[in-house]
């Protein structure tokens, strides 16, 4: 295959009319790709569904027939001692809309659903027609949090992806709990972003397949000489909510800042939900899995609450320090 001058298959960086585009890295495996087209590919779900356990599940392809009746017909008819599903969901109410309903009948994909069923099942999607991977992907967003799926059906990178004024790390749920993560979206997987704006959004993921390189590890559990964090971790019964920590840093401040981290909307139904509800904050008041301070030698104080789903539940708390806790603080 012969390629054309050097300055086609380039991206100026300083050219922002030009960009989302092909990334200069990415040159190379379009050529490879560009000329592979597979026509009635069939789309399956990795693995079985766990029982009685949710899963932020996502469907990396444009199907062929996207009818969610249609394409979850291995789980038999629409029944909710069976299998439900749940997507869109709306930050102003802090609900999901449940299939089957009038604005929730497709799926889409660059989207996430809670998946939940009675037993194992394999699910086979539908059939869908593979093309090159030219661009970044794009998706649009809410104010608020959003569920977003990967819309490729392999490894990418959220941190080579373009986010602006979205919140630096997103959720993704492990069967139990959320887990804060900045560095990579997994295929067929859902994941929370919170849109710090109070407008609709565009957000575009990077399409360069990283299954076999090594991101850089995250910043985050590294501490600094005057850093240290106290985490916060719930369970009760088979919810937990693991992710919460108080701290300070030298960078910190008082309120709002790019250390703390918003707390993720809690499961459709059973879940335990730990927060620090700062909803006195002059920029972006609401509640927060992660909330650091400035350092402070007198000492520190932070107020959280805990939640369940249901009423007269048995919550277990523990209490973890990392970093350095000044001597004498407990």
Same mark, same amino acid.
């Given at each position: 295959?012969?390629?054309?001058?050097?300055?086609?298959?380039?991206?100026?960086?300083?050219?922002?009319?030009?960009?989302?585009?092909?990334?200069?890295?990415?040159?190379?495996?379009?050529?490879?790709?560009?000329?592979?087209?597979?026509?009635?590919? @069939?789309?399956?779900?990795?693995?079985?569904?766990?029982?009685?356990?949710?899963?932020?599940?996502?469907?990396? !392809?444009?199907?062929?027939?996207?009818?969610?009746?249609?394409?979850?017909?291995?789980?038999?008819?629409?029944?909710?001692?069976?299998?439900?599903? =749940?997507?869109?969901?709306?930050?102003?109410?802090?609900?999901?809309? @449940?299939?089957?309903?009038?604005? &929730? /009948? %497709?799926?889409?994909?660059?989207?996430?659903?809670?998946?939940?069923?009675?037993?194992? !099942?394999?699910?086979? =999607?539908?059939?869908? %027609?593979?093309?090159?991977?030219?661009? &970044?992907?794009?998706?649009?967003?809410?104010?608020?949090?959003?569920?977003?799926?990967?819309?490729?059906?392999?490894?990418?990178?959220?941190?080579?992806?373009?986010?602006?004024?979205?919140?630096?790390?997103?959720?993704?749920?492990?069967?139990?709990? =959320?887990?804060?993560?900045?560095?990579?979206?997994?295929? !067929?997987?859902?994941?929370?972003?919170?849109?710090?704006?109070?407008?609709?959004?565009?957000?575009?993921?990077?399409?360069?397949?990283? %299954?076999?390189?090594?991101?850089?590890?995250?910043?985050?559990?590294?501490?600094?000489?005057?850093?240290? /964090?106290?985490?916060?971790?719930?369970?009760?019964?088979?919810?937990?909510?693991?992710?919460?920590?108080?701290?300070?840093?030298?960078?910190?401040?008082?309120e709002y800042d790019r250390f703390d981290l918003g707390e993720p909307p809690t499961t459709p139904t059973d879940y335990?939900?730990?927060?620090?509800?700062?909803?006195?904050?002059?920029?972006?008041?609401?509640?927060?899995?992660?909330?650091?301070?400035?350092?402070?030698?007198?000492?520190? =104080?932070?107020?959280?609450?805990?939640?369940?789903?249901?009423?007269?539940?048995?919550?277990?708390?523990? &209490?973890?320090?990392?970093?350095?806790?000044?001597?004498? !603080?407990?």
């Amino acid at each position: 295959m012969l390629i054309g001058d050097a300055d086609a298959w380039s991206v100026n960086s300083g050219d922002s009319s030009r960009l989302p585009n092909i990334a200069l890295l990415d040159n190379l495996a379009f050529l490879l790709n560009i000329i592979s087209v597979s026509e009635d590919y @069939e789309v399956k779900l990795p693995g079985k569904t766990p029982s009685e356990q949710y899963r932020l599940v996502s469907v990396p !392809f444009d199907l062929d027939n996207s009818d969610i009746a249609d394409v979850l017909k291995d789980l038999g008819g629409v029944n909710p001692l069976v299998w439900r599903l =749940f997507g869109r969901y709306d930050p102003l109410t802090g609900k999901y809309a @449940e299939f089957p309903s009038e604005r &929730f /009948r %497709t799926f889409q994909r660059g989207e996430a659903y809670w998946l939940i069923t009675r037993g194992e !099942f394999d699910i086979t =999607f539908g059939n869908t %027609t593979v093309v090159p991977v030219q661009n &970044f992907n794009p998706i649009r967003i809410g104010p608020g949090y959003s569920m977003i799926g990967n819309p490729f059906p392999y490894k990418v990178s959220w941190q080579r992806s373009i986010h602006d004024s979205v919140e630096n790390r997103i959720w993704r749920y492990d069967g139990a709990s =959320f887990k804060a993560e900045s560095l990579a979206l997994e295929p !067929f997987t859902g994941y929370f972003v919170k849109n710090l704006t109070k407008d609709t959004l565009t957000i575009y993921i990077n399409p360069e397949d990283i %299954t076999l390189s090594t991101l850089g590890k995250s910043s985050a559990s590294a501490f600094g000489e005057h850093e240290w /964090r106290i985490g916060i971790s719930a369970t009760s019964g088979r919810s937990a909510d693991e992710d919460n920590f108080a701290g300070v840093s030298p960078g910190a401040k008082e309120e709002y800042d790019r250390f703390d981290l918003g707390e993720p909307p809690t499961t459709p139904t059973d879940y335990v939900m730990v927060r620090f509800r700062n909803q006195h904050w002059k920029d972006q008041p609401g509640s927060y899995a992660m909330d650091i301070r400035p350092v402070n030698d007198e000492g520190l =104080f932070w107020d959280f609450d805990v939640t369940t789903a249901k009423t007269q539940s048995q919550v277990t708390l523990t &209490f973890s320090s990392f970093g350095n806790l000044p001597e004498g !603080f407990s």
